[in-house]
């Protein structure tokens, strides 16, 4: 029996499939086998760890705290709003720790960290590659993957959960801004009624969620400056791409590791 | 007779469906300045990069000591190299004198390698004021010259040299070429350089190659290049006016 020959006019949506499935495969596989050797890359110097960590965790401060304390002040008012409703107004000051502290403190602060650094990343080095001073690396004996991924992902690691526990800490702080001058608690009640419901997994968790969305910013903002295309259109696509891909990064693991965490 | 430096041996490399190096099979001595020349486009460029590994080559072998060019042999040959890019692709991170250290401070507390890295800032031109300036504030002229102290700083065996007179006058440039030469012969290097500059050529080279569409078309001693009878040699040495015709069709990079 013979086969017919393929209508090379006809769409093949099986086909179609799998070319995508296993372009995403070779896809994760790239990011994956890209960040393992990012994390592990041979030449650590304790100095480019240092700057990366004041350029992403420390400069970041300021971003990180100004969107904490406006979450948790419109968080109080907005819980209070709902919460009069069938008079809870009471529980105010913990609802607002524990959603600021499990939630919204790491994916905010995920987000503004991604914003700020994921760009910076990818711009600084799209731009050294496309100016060849990745390839100088490379004649200077020197990984570029140790020489530029290795300190920025493990600054971000390290970084993002101190970030998010300052953000934690004056998101708590804008909600009790918000209690004490409009709301009518006691500046003694309201710090006893956040903490007493307060568990440290809460804290921890979300301190878990900040590291792994550290990586997160950083590694996309590696990977796309890692292959950026050429000229400025290739830098600015890739500062893009890189923002978009670790904004989406961020929310996706933090549905899975909310999940695997309070479930 | 000890095996040549680099060696390439039908080396091909496209980008999509441009043929840039065709079979290109080169030979550099120890000790010797070879010059690459060729119209822009021709591969001169993508030729250092494959040697180099920055890019990988689609068929052919780079020999790199007479030993295949494994990541190893690589890493070694590294060591004693050093490398000016045609736009100087300094590290605008760090200041001057830390780019030309940049190997030196591997290899020598830092207050040694600044002294040093100012020493060979001197060589190329430039004051110890320079030193602590970042290369976002030096001219492009500047920028290359910094560029050569870096290639130089570590006393390399190996030194290739991309475009090493493009954007600078023409005094610089003849001081470049003739410090180029100096380094060649006093502490015996091996040299490649890429250059369209005829007088680069004539002041720096112990040897020609000329690559044309993907391969080398002609090479041989400098002195014999004014007497060599190709058509396409002459015509880029005496610099004729191109004809745009379909040939004209180049690769990506230079």
Known sequence: MTRAAPNPFRPDPIRAVGRATLALLRGIGAVAIFAARGLAAPGFSPRLLAEQLLRIGWLSLPVVGLTALFTGAALALQINAGGERFQAGDVVPAIVAIGMVRELGPVLGGLMVAARVASSIAAEIGSMRVTEQVDALVTLSTDPMGWLVTPRLWAAILSVPVLVGVGDTIGIMGGWLIGTTTLGFTSQAYLANSWAYLETWDVLSGLLKGAAFGFIVALAGCWFGMKAGRGAAGVGRATTNAVVAASVGILAANFVLTGLFFT | ?254
Do not use: Y
């Open chain 2, 1 to 254: 007779m000890s095996a040549p430096v680099i060696e390439t041996r039908g080396l091909c490399k496209s980008f999509g469906p441009q043929k840039v190096l065709d079979g290109v099979d080169l030979t550099v001595a120890r000790g010797e300045s070879l010059v690459v020349i060729g119209g822009s486009g021709t591969g001169k460029s993508v030729l250092l990069r494959t040697i180099l590994g920055l890019e990988s080559a689609d068929a052919g072998e780079v020999l790199l000591d007479g030993e295949p060019a494994s990541a190893a042999v690589r890493a070694r040959f590294m060591r004693d190299f050093g490398m000016l890019f045609q736009n100087a692709a300094l590290f605008d991170s760090l200041p001057v004198w830390r780019n030309v250290a940049f190997r030196l401070l591997r290899a020598m507390p830092a207050v040694q390698a600044r002294t040093r890295a100012v020493e060979r800032l001197a060589r190329v031109g430039l004051g110890p004021e320079v030193a602590d300036r970042m290369p976002a504030d030096l001219s492009g002229g500047m920028r290359k010259r910094v560029g050569l102290a870096r290639a130089i700083a570590a006393d390399p065996k190996v030194i290739f040299f991309d475009e090493p007179t493009t954007g600078l006058d023409p005094q610089r440039a003849a001081a470049i070429n003739r410090l180029i030469r100096d380094i060649v012969t006093e502490t015996g290097a091996t040299a490649v350089t890429i250059t369209h500059d005829m007088t680069s050529v004539r002041t720096i080279a112990d040897r020609v190659a000329l690559l044309d569409h993907g391969r080398l078309r002609w090479q041989g001693p400098v002195a014999q290049m004014d007497k060599a009878d190709d058509p396409v040699l002459r015509a880029f040495v005496q610099g004729e006016p191109l004809d745009w015709g379909p040939r004209a069709a180049t690769g990506p990079r230079g």
